[in-house]
C-alpha cells in the first residue's frame, strides 16, 4: 500500500472518529448536562420564591428569640434545685422581719415532684398578727425574689379586753398554707432582676368592725366615767361634779371616757354627754339629785 493511500485512511478514520464523537456529545452529553442545568436552574428559581417567606420565617423566628430572651433576662424570680424546710424558715423570717411581728408555728405537709419542676408544701398554723402586718407579709411571700405561691388562707377576726387599759384589742387569727418550689433547672437559680420588693402600706382593713362586740364595763385609770359623776352645779358654760372625791370642772367639748361634753343646761340643772361605744353613739345625761326636805 503506498504512502498516500495509507494516509488518507488514517485520516478517513480519524476523521470518523472526531464524527461520532461530536455526535454523541452533540446528541447524548450535551442534552444530559442540558437538561441537568435547567434543573438545577428551576431549583434555585423555586428558592428564590421562597426567599420572601423564608426571610419572614427568620424575622419571625429572631424576634420570638428576642421575646423569649427578654423575658428570662427580666424575670424576677429565682427557683433553687432544692427546697429545706431551714431555708423556707429563714426566708420566712426575713419576710417577718419586714412585716413587723406575728406568731405561727410552720409545719411541713409533703412535695410534690412533677419533672423538671415541683414544690414542697408548707402550712402556718395557728397564726395571730395584725391586719397590716399580715398583708405585708402575703405580699412579701407572693412578690419576694422566691417563687411561694399561697394555696389556702383562712382570717378569723379576734376582740379582747385590755386588762391594763380596758381599751378592745383587735387581731388577726389566722391559718395560711403555701407552696415553695424547686426546678431541675440550674439557670433558673438565679436573676440578675431579681430584687427585694418594698412593701407596699397596707389598704383599708375589711376585718375592722363597724360595732365592736368586746366592750369593756369598767374605765381605765385616770379616765372619767359619765355614769360616775355626782353632778353639784351647773352655771353657763360650766358645770361642777364629783369624780370620786376630787372635784372637777367640766366645759363644753371636755374629753370624758369614750366621749365628750356635748351640752351644758344650767336652766335644768343637766350635762348632756355624747359617747362612741364600740361604733354605738349613744348620748346621755346628768343631773343636779336635790334632796328632798324631811316633813316636819
Known amino acids: 500500500m503506498s504512502f498516500k493511500i495509507r494516509n488518507s485512511v488514517v485520516l478517513g ?33 423555586k ?15 429572631a424576634s420570638q428569640f428576642q421575646d423569649v430572651k427578654r423575658k428570662y433576662d427580666s424575670r424576677s424570680k429565682e427557683i433553687p434545685q432544692s427546697d429545706f424546710s431551714s431555708q423556707t424558715y429563714a426566708y420566712l423570717s426575713r419576710g417577718l422581719d419586714e412585716a413587723g411581728f406575728m406568731r405561727m408555728d410552720m409545719k411541713f405537709e409533703g412535695a410534690e415532684n412533677l419533672g423538671q419542676y415541683g414544690y414542697n408544701k408548707y402550712s402556718l398554723e395557728s397564726g395571730e398578727g395584725q391586719f397590716d402586718n399580715l ?14 405561691k ?17 381599751e378592745t384589742k383587735k ?7 403555701f407552696h415553695a418550689y424547686f426546678t431541675t433547672m440550674a439557670e433558673l ?44 352645779a351647773v352655771i353657763p358654760g360650766k358645770a361642777f361634779a364629783l369624780h370620786g372625791e376630787e372635784l372637777i370642772v367640766l366645759q363644753l367639748g371636755d374629753k370624758v371616757w369614750r366621749g ?20 354605738v353613739i349613744r348620748k346621755t345625761s346628768r343631773k343636779i339629785q336635790f334632796e328632798k326636805k324631811k316633813a316636819r
Open 189 to 232: 437559680g438565679t436573676s440578675l432582676a431579681a430584687k427585694a420588693l418594698p412593701l407596699p402600706p397596707a389598704p383599708y382593713d375589711p376585718f375592722n368592725p363597724l360595732v365592736l362586740q368586746a366592750l369593756s364595763q369598767e374605765a381605765p385609770p385616770g379616765e372619767i366615767n359619765s355614769e360616775g359623776l355626782e353632778l353639784k
Open 150 to 166: 399561697v394555696a389556702q388562707i383562712n382570717f378569723l377576726q379576734r376582740e379582747e379586753i385590755d386588762n391594763e387599759t380596758k
Open 13 to 45: 478514520a480519524f476523521w470518523l472518529v472526531v464524527t461520532l464523537a461530536g455526535a454523541g456529545y452533540w446528541m447524548w452529553w450535551q442534552p444530559r448536562q442540558l437538561n441537568k442545568v435547567k434543573t438545577e436552574l428551576d431549583k434555585v428559581n
Open 135 to 148: 398583708y405585708k407579709f402575703i405580699y412579701y411571700l407572693e412578690n419576694g425574689r422566691r417563687l411561694y
Open 171 to 177: 387581731w388577726i387569727q389566722f391559718t395560711l398554707d
Open 260 to 279: 365628750y361634753v356635748s351640752k351644758i343646761d344650767p336652766v335644768n340643772g343637766m350635762v348632756e354627754f355624747t359617747l362612741d361605744e364600740g361604733g
Open 47 to 61: 428558592e428564590l420564591e421562597q426567599l420572601p417567606g423564608l426571610i419572614q420565617d427568620v424575622a419571625r423566628l
